[in-house]
């Protein structure tokens, strides 16, 4: 399967924590994105990193990408109330915008 | 002024009928996409449009008809619905084309019950 696989599922934390989540998946890829899904709402964009990446940065926002392990993680730092939300990652493997999400990890952030 | 929208947002319906889900995309993007997301919150993707043409279709059975009047609709049209059919389908769309990369913008989601 093409499908990434989050670790952990869930994860619970204290507001103003570092929260970070792993993506691992099987195939070679083109790019690797994460997303962000709140309650009852769709998925929005957070941040894009290509295979010949290894970290990008967006705001309180860390991803890294390790191609030969077929893994990547996203850091949330000074976690806030608001970021409780799923998390997915999403594999590209040629470049034309096919994605396979992973089975998502669960975040809450303790006020 | 919404990015992508869908109708309706719920859809209760029963086991047998046919039913619709309209989607339109107001970001000028080239491709929209159909994804099912079921009670586990696995995300697959059903469908892919570019310029009016199929460019996916992920073994989804052939109950599942995507319509695309232009690029910035998208409807999914299903027949003959089944109990297994229930989940939320998000519709989403984005820019593509080599070395585009890319982000794609989903809607809310319609939640289908069937009963």
């Known amino acids: 399967s093409q499908q990434g696989e989050e670790d952990p599922q869930a994860l619970s934390i204290q507001e103003g924590e570092n929260a970070t989540m792993n993506c691992s998946y099987k195939?070679?890829?083109?790019?690797l994105q994460w997303y962000r899904q709140n309650s009852g709402r769709g998925l929005v964009h957070l941040i894009l990193?290509?295979?010949?990446?290894r970290e990008k940065h967006s705001g309180r926002l860390r991803v890294t990408l390790d191609t030969s392990k077929k893994s990547s993680s996203l850091l949330i730092t000074a976690s806030r109330a608001a970021d409780t939300a799923s998390y997915f990652c999403?594999?590209?493997?040629?470049?034309?915008?096919?994605?396979?999400f992973g089975t998502g990890t669960r975040l809450t952030v303790i006020p | 002024d919404t990015a992508v929208s869908q109708t309706p947002k719920y859809l209760v319906t029963q086991m047998g009928n046919d039913k619709s889900i309209k989607c339109e995309q107001n970001?000028?993007?080239?491709?929209m996409y159909w994804y099912k997301q079921d009670s586990k919150k696995f995300l697959k993707i059903m469908f892919s449009?570019?310029?009016?043409?199929?460019?996916i279709n992920e073994t989804v059975p052939n109950r599942f008809s995507p319509k695309s009047p232009d690029k910035a609709h998208l409807n999914l049209h299903i027949n003959s619905l089944e109990l297994g059919d229930s989940a939320v389908y998000f519709c989403?769309?984005?820019?593509?084309?080599?070395?585009?990369?890319?982000?794609?913008?989903f809607g809310d989601g319609t939640r289908l019950s069937i009963l």
């Open positions: 990193i290509r295979s010949n990446e």
């Open positions: 195939t070679s890829i083109n790019n």
């Open positions: 449009y570019n310029n009016k043409e199929l460019i």
């Open positions: 989403a769309s984005s820019h593509t084309g080599e070395g585009s990369n890319q982000p794609q913008h």
């Open positions: 970001l000028g993007h080239d491709t």
């Open positions: 999403a594999t590209d493997l040629s470049g034309a915008n096919n994605l396979f």
